[in-house]
């Protein structure tokens, strides 16, 4: 499934809460995959980066390529 971010700026962590390192910075509307989640996380890959996301920084659309 996918998701745009709809914060201005979010952060990608290495797992599910922010006590994990950062990986990367995300901004508004960059287009994520949701591979899972896990309580107010979703498990999610952008830019070639695979990493953890709060789920209320993201709004999953339908969307096909």
């Known amino acids: 499934q996918y998701a745009l971010v709809v914060k201005k700026e979010a952060l ?7 006590q994990y390192d ?3 910075s995300l901004s508004y509307a960059d287009l994520v995959i949701i591979k ?5 996380w979703y498990h999610v890959r952008c830019r070639g980066l695979t990493g953890w996301i709060q ?3 993201v709004m999953p659309i339908n969307y096909s390529l």
């Open 12 to 18: 990608l962590f290495a797992g599910p809460n922010d």
């Open 22 to 24: 950062t990986i990367s």
């Open 36 to 40: 899972s989640s896990r309580k107010d």
């Open 55 to 57: 789920s209320d920084i």
